[in-house]
């Protein structure tokens, strides 16, 4: 039987503790921060608007008022693409924001929610081209791959002509797990981006999740009990990447700074998850009514 000095039992702790995940207490964001996930979700909303999937080279607009900031921009698409895929219907657009320096690749979500889950397949396919021992959603991954083809042209060529534009993929729900996976091939293949996903259901196993979390710069947004983030289930083997951004405040109510915690966490059982109820309403108002644009 081993025994430690007082010094001897310090260092065992120490190094203990050093080898314990870290996960930091839940805390309000900036208003800094308030004001991009503001700015993006308007991005998702704006990829809900026919007129922004089916005309590149136009103002991006919303006829709804889903995204006054977007058009204050002056933001123009410069790709854009719809029904590229059955599955989830993939559409959205590439657009510049020469206001706030922007490239922004927005995916739209499903246009019939619960049509959508109902039909969800939660099958798991590899992903070992993203990151050794991750699985990834088949479908979501199937969306990436054949929308890919069509976007990375035009990515390529915006980024040669706008140098020193930040590059975000955004994307409410269907679309959110599309540019999560997106962003994660990106990344892989060299580019530097930022990713803000709202209602974006789960995409992959934990080394997936583990991966995404280490490639950082990741705003993941969740909505009180909203039922699609808890999608597919962790018990098939799926887990959230950290961190998350969950929002309290009720359906259709505005959002300020204090009703946004920030979770850390591959896999979180707090915010979202770990919310009773399941809600489709609360899926659909991400600081704006955010596939209102229909």
């Known amino acids: 039987m081993m025994l430690f000095g007082q010094s001897g039992l310090l260092v065992a702790l120490a190094a203990l503790a050093a080898a314990a995940p870290t996960q930091l207490a839940p805390r309000a964001v900036s208003s800094g921060t308030l004001n991009q996930l503001t700015l993006f979700a308007q991005y998702s909303a704006a990829s809900y608007c026919t007129n922004n999937v089916n005309s590149p080279g136009d103002a991006v607009t919303c006829s709804g008022g889903y995204c006054p900031a977007v058009q204050s921009a002056g933001a123009k698409t410069l790709a854009e693409f719809d029904n590229v895929l059955d599955y989830g219907d993939v559409a959205g657009f590439l657009a510049v924001d020469s206001a706030n320096k922007l490239l922004v690749l927005s995916f739209r979500g499903s246009r019939t929610v619960s049509n959508w889950i109902a039909n969800l397949?939660?099958?798991?396919?590899?992903?070992?081209?993203?990151?050794?021992?991750?699985?990834?959603?088949?479908?979501?991954?199937?969306?990436?791959?054949?929308?890919?083809?069509?976007?990375?042209?035009?990515?390529?060529?915006?980024?040669?002509k706008y140098p020193g534009f930040r590059l975000v993929l955004t994307g409410h729900s269907f679309g959110g797990a599309v540019a999560a996976l997106g962003a994660t091939a990106l990344r892989k293949a060299g580019y530097s981006l930022d990713l803000y996903t709202y209602g974006q259901p789960r995409v992959g196993n934990t080394a997936l999740a583990t991966y995404m979390t280490n490639q950082g710069s990741l705003y993941r947004v969740t909505h009180s009990n909203d039922l699609?983030?808890?999608?597919?289930?962790?018990?098939?083997?799926?887990?959230?990447?950290?961190?998350?951004?969950?929002?309290?405040?009720?359906?259709?109510?505005g959002v300020t700074a204090n009703d946004i915690t920030q979770i850390?966490?591959?896999?979180?059982?707090?915010?979202?998850?770990?919310?009773?109820?399941?809600?489709?309403?609360?899926h659909n108002w991400y600081i704006v009514n955010i596939d209102g644009c229909q």
Request: with cysteine.
């Open 228 to 253: 699609v983030p808890k999608l597919p289930p962790t018990w098939l083997g799926y887990t959230h990447a950290s961190p998350e951004f969950w929002i309290t405040s009720g359906d259709s109510a």
């Open 264 to 282: 850390n966490g591959i896999g979180s059982n707090a915010g979202n998850a770990g919310s009773d109820g399941d809600s489709i309403p609360a």
């Open 121 to 160: 397949d939660f099958g798991q396919t590899d992903a070992s081209s993203l990151c050794v021992g991750c699985k990834a959603h088949a479908g979501f991954l199937r969306a990436w791959s054949v929308v890919s083809d069509d976007v990375m042209p035009a990515l390529t060529s915006a980024m040669a």
